[in-house]
C-alpha cells in the first residue's frame, strides 16, 4: 500500500545540508492567517477545532459532542481493512471487535463464517509474528506479468477484442518504467544525503565535543558564533532534529527505495505467503486469524487510533467515538494490495457486522475490478458504508485515463453505488487543501483534515498525514452517525455527510504530482470536489437528527 505521506526530504534536505430539508451550511470565508501560526497546543487537536468559534477549519467535534450531552448512542462495528493492526495498544485494546460466536483458539469455525478462530478479525496475509513483512508488488507489475504475450507486440496487431486489455498492459509497462527510474534517482540521492548527513554529525562532533544538541542548545551556539560557516552548519543540525530526521530515518528511505527496486517493481519477485489461488475469486478461504502479524507496520494502528483511540484516559491519542468496536481485517503491506483480498475483506466485514468499513488504502490500476466492484455492490446492498482514502499522488482523478481503486465509479466515472464515499485531506492553511491529495470534483466526493494529525505508532504517539487519515475521520463522524441515529441508512449518510460540511470561500493552487510545477493560477476549492466541502461532525450529527425525526413521523 502506499503509506502516509512524512517529511518530504528530497528537495529541502539537499539545500539544508549543501547549503435534506435541513439548509446546508453557508460558505465561510476562509481567513486563516490571522491565526497563523498555530501555537503547539492549538495544533494538538486542530482538527477538532470549529472554523466559526476557532477560525480553524476542524470538524467542531467538541461543538459536536456538547450537542451529543445526555443523549444515548448503540457501540457499532466499523471494520478496519488495511495493515496489520496492534490489537493490544494500550489506546486501543478495549475498542477491539470480539467474534462472540467463535470459540477461542479451539481450532473450530464455531460460527461457520469459513473462517477458523477469528476472535477479533482476518488477516489475509496470512502473517505470523515469526514472518518477516510482505512486501507487495505493484499491480502494474501483476498485468505485465499476466498480459505478457503483448511484450513487444504493436497495437495493429491486436485483436479489437483484446484491445483493452492491450491498452492496459501499455499504461502499466510505462508506468513501471517510470517507477523504476524514480527509484534509482531517489536511492541514489538518499544514498548521498546519508554520507552528507553523516559529515555534518561529525564535523559538529568535532566542532563541540557533542554527538546529539537540543534545539535550545543550537540556538545558544549560533547567538555565539561569528563564523558563519558554523552557523550554516548549526542551523542545518536544528533543521534535521526539528523535522525527526536522524539516521535511523535516512536509512529507512534508503531502504524503502531499495526494496522498491528489488521487490515493488521486480517482475520476479514473489509475494504471496498463502496458498490460494489468486485467479480464482470463489476460493475465498486463506490466511489466518493473527491480525497483529509481525506487529511492525503500523498503518492500520494510526487509523484506528484516529477513528476510536481512547477518549478517557491520559495515553496516546483522543479518538472521534468510543461508541464503536475496531474489526481488524488485513491485506495491506508495502506494494499494492490483491484486488482478491480487497473485494473478500468488504465481504467478510459485510457479512460479520460491520456498519462502516475504512479502506484507507489505495492504488492506481487493478486487475480485477469486477471483483471490488460487486464487493462494493453487496456492500451497499446490506446498508454498509465503505469510507475511503482520495490517495497523496496529487492527482486530478476526473481526468479521463486516471483512476484511482477502490472506487465507486465505472469507466466513464459515473456511481455504480450509493454507500461509498472518496476522501481528500484538508489542513489548517490559507491553502486549505493538502498539496499531496488527490482531487476531482466527480470523483472525489469532500475533503476532510489531513495534516499533522496525531496517530499512535509502534512507538507510542507521534505525528502523520495523508489522506489515510482523512478518511479516518469521516468513518469517525459516520460512525457516530450511525451509532446515535441507527434508522439512517447508508445511503442517507452518506448524502447528509456532504450535504452538511463547511463550504469554504477561497481560491487555492490546485494539488500536484511530486516533481511537477504548480499552476500558478488558482481555483476554487468548491471545485477540487463533488461537495465542494470540508465534513463537519457537528453539522452533520444537527441534519441527522432532523431527518431520524423525519422517518419517524412518516412512519406513524
Not at 227 to 232: A, E, Q, R
Not at 304 to 310: F, L, M, R, S
Not at 403 to 425: H, L, Q, R, T, W
Request: net charge neutral.
Amino acid at each position: 500500500m502506499k503509506l502516509l505521506k512524512l517529511v518530504t526530504l528530497f528537495s529541502i534536505c539537499y539545500c539544508i545540508i549543501s547549503c435534506a430539508s435541513v439548509k446546508s451550511p453557508k460558505a465561510v470565508t476562509f481567513a486563516i492567517s490571522k491565526k497563523q501560526p498555530l501555537t503547539e497546543e492549538e495544533k494538538k487537536d486542530w482538527y477538532f477545532k470549529d472554523i466559526y468559534k476557532d477560525s480553524i477549519p476542524g470538524i467542531s467535534l467538541h461543538k459536536a459532542y456538547d450537542f451529543l450531552n445526555n443523549k444515548k448512542g448503540d457501540t457499532i462495528i466499523v471494520a478496519v481493512i488495511d495493515t496489520e493492526l496492534d490489537i493490544a495498544q494500550e489506546d486501543l485494546k478495549n475498542q477491539i471487535w470480539i467474534n462472540k460466536d467463535e470459540i477461542p483458539n479451539n481450532n473450530i469455525d464455531d460460527d461457520n463464517n469459513g473462517y477458523v478462530d477469528d476472535i477479533h478479525g482476518w488477516n489475509f496475509l496470512g502473517t505470523t509474528e515469526k514472518t518477516p513483512i510482505i512486501h507487495h508488488k505493484s499491480t502494474a507489475v501483476r498485468i505485465l506479468n499476466k498480459y505478457n504475450k503483448y511484450k513487444n507486440v504493436k497495437e495493429s496487431e491486436v485483436k479489437s477484442s483484446d484491445l483493452e486489455s492491450f491498452k492496459l498492459y501499455k499504461r502499466a509497462l510505462n508506468y513501471q518504467k517510470e517507477k523504476i527510474d524514480e527509484a534509482k534517482l531517489n536511492l541514489k540521492y538518499f544514498q548521498g544525503f546519508k554520507e552528507r548527513f553523516l559529515s555534518l554529525r561529525d564535523t559538529m562532533k568535532t566542532l563541540f565535543n557533542k554527538e546529539k544538541f537540543t534545539v535550545k542548545e543550537l540556538d545558544s551556539l549560533s547567538k555565539k558564533s561569528n563564523d558563519s560557516i558554523i552557523k550554516v552548519k548549526i542551523s542545518s543540525t536544528k533543521y534535521l532534529i526539528q523535522n525527526g530526521i536522524d539516521e535511523k530515518r535516512v536509512n529507512q528511505i534508503i531502504s524503502i527505495h531499495k526494496n522498491n527496486l528489488d521487490m515493488t517493481y521486480n517482475l520476479e519477485h514473489d509475494d504471496r505467503l498463502t496458498d490460494d489461488d489468486l485467479d480464482d475469486i470463489n476460493d475465498s478461504i486463506y490466511g489466518n486469524n493473527n491480525v497483529r502479524g509481525t506487529a511492525k507496520m503500523d498503518h492500520g494502528t494510526k487509523v484506528a487510533g484516529v477513528i476510536a483511540g481512547n477518549r478517557f484516559n491520559e495515553y496516546g491519542v483522543i479518538g472521534i467515538t468510543n461508541k464503536v468496536r475496531i474489526m481488524p481485517v488485513v491485506i495491506s503491506s508495502f506494494g499494492n494490495e490483491n484486488d482478491k483480498d480487497i473485494a473478500l475483506a468488504i465481504r467478510y466485514a459485510v457479512n460479520n457486522g460491520a456498519k462502516v468499513i475504512n479502506m484507507s488504502i489505495g492504488k492506481e490500476f487493478s486487475i480485477n475490478e469486477k471483483w471490488i466492484r460487486e464487493a462494493i455492490i453487496y456492500a451497499d446492498k446490506k446498508d454498509v458504508l465503505i469510507i475511503s482514502a482520495a490517495g497523496n499522488e496529487g492527482l486530478n482523478l476526473d481526468t479521463k485515463d486516471i483512476f484511482y481503486y477502490p472506487n465507486d465509479m465505472d469507466k466513464d466515472k459515473n456511481e455504480f453505488s450509493n454507500n461509498f464515499i472518496a476522501v481528500g485531506s484538508s489542513n489548517y492553511t490559507e491553502n486549505i487543501v493538502s498539496n499531496f491529495s488527490n482531487y476531482g470534483q466527480t470523483t472525489v466526493d469532500v475533503f476532510a483534515p489531513g495534516e499533522e494529525i496525531k496517530v499512535l505508532t509502534n512507538d507510542g504517539v507521534g505525528e502523520d498525514s495523508g489522506s489515510s487519515l482523512s478518511c479516518a475521520v469521516v468513518s469517525g463522524i459516520a460512525s457516530l452517525i450511525r451509532s446515535y441515529y441507527p434508522a439512517l441508512t447508508a445511503k442517507e449518510v452518506k448524502e447528509l455527510i456532504l450535504k452538511s460540511g463547511i463550504s469554504v470561500d477561497t481560491d487555492v493552487y490546485a494539488p500536484v504530482s511530486e516533481g511537477q510545477k504548480r499552476n500558478p493560477n488558482k481555483v476554487p476549492f468548491s471545485s477540487l470536489s463533488k461537495s465542494g466541502k470540508i465534513v463537519n461532525a457537528y453539522n452533520a450529527l444537527l441534519m441527522a437528527e432532523e431527518v431520524s425525526k423525519k422517518k419517524k413521523r412518516r412512519k406513524k
